[in-house]
């Protein structure tokens, strides 16, 4: 049973962590990256905290390889809540208005829990698992989502959605994206950024962009890189057609790697140059490009046809 705990002073310093979630979050020492997009630590967290709201998501956290230190919630929504808590687990009770004023917003979900990130994987890692994936079910792996400077973390959390909703194989981001466990990508992805593979890229002296390592990396590798731009050569749909019919060389359209980049400047001229294909979703006379997160859901939708 988890160890519940009715709190009757809001100073009670076994809320600290929960304090001005808005601003916390932000430290380093919570998790928040740095200029090298690494988050910081704690004793208690040697990879940094997050912050998992709402039953869905605490749902998709007590599945995952992080690990939950403390939940803060009501005692009707604890008593409605139905999930394994772990033993010892301390829960913080406070009524909903309290709560509110401890986290500093209006959390309409009633529950807000505190986990210690995971270590987090290298991109050699994360193709190895992909690759292991591949031979455990003999098909090939759902496709990769490299994300290039998207500071939008609604953005990010929806492309985390997406990528669990068709079976992607992970998702890689440049040192300038959102970080993926921050607590509204989190919200946002509905906690699936908590179990979706994924890994910073390398960092080069200049942050922006992805940098030729990792497309370097990814080709190595055995991935077609597909950098989606309004200004491709080729339309996704007869990609997809081209990709199904080669014949005897369709290995080299097996794995895909489908780059995306920030709304507004697009993928920097390195990264379109050094992708293998350049390719664009067709769209209506007078519209030049889709939401990033629109754009992650079609193509995955359509690479993920490719396995069945």
Request: with cysteine.
């Amino acid at each position: 049973m988890p160890n519940v705990i009715t709190i009757t002073n809001l100073k009670d310093p076994r809320l600290a962590d929960y304090l001005d979630v808005k601003e916390r979050q932000l430290s380093a020492d919570f998790g928040a990256p740095g200029p090298d997009g690494r988050p910081g630590g704690t004793p208690d967290a040697p990879h940094g905290k997050l912050y998992a709201e709402g039953p869905m998501v605490l749902e998709q956290l007590l599945k995952s390889n992080h690990r939950l230190l403390s939940l803060l919630t009501t005692a009707p929504r604890l008593e409605d809540l139905g999930l394994p808590l772990p033993h010892d687990l301390p829960v913080y009770l406070l009524p909903q208005r309290e709560l509110d004023r401890v986290i500093g917003f209006n959390i309409h979900r009633g529950l807000l829990g505190i986990a210690a990130r995971a270590k987090p994987q290298t991109v050699v890692q994360l193709l190895a698992h992909a690759h292991t994936q591949q031979n455990a079910d003999s098909r090939r792996p759902g496709p990769l989502v490299v994300l290039e400077d998207l500071s939008n973390h609604d953005n990010v959390g929806s492309i985390f959605r997406h990528a669990a909703a068709f079976g992607a194989a992970g998702v890689i981001l440049s040192a300038r994206c959102a970080d993926p466990l921050y607590r509204k990508s989190i919200r946002v992805s509905i906690g699936h950024a908590l179990r979706v593979p994924w890994a910073w890229a390398p960092t080069t002296e200049d942050p922006s962009g992805l940098g030729t390592e990792t497309l370097v990396a990814l080709a190595t590798a055995g991935w077609t890189t597909v950098a989606l731009t309004p200004a491709g050569d080729r339309d996704l749909d007869t990609m997809i057609k081209v990709g199904s019919t080669i014949g005897d060389d369709r290995r080299i359209f097996a794995n895909f790697a489908m780059v995306i980049g920030a709304e507004g400047p697009g993928l920097s001229a390195p990264t379109l140059a050094a992708c293998n294909l350049r390719v664009r979703i067709p769209m209506a006379s007078g519209v030049d490009s889709l939401n990033a997160a629109t754009t992650a859901a079609i193509a995955l939708y359509e690479l993920t046809r490719l396995r069945r």
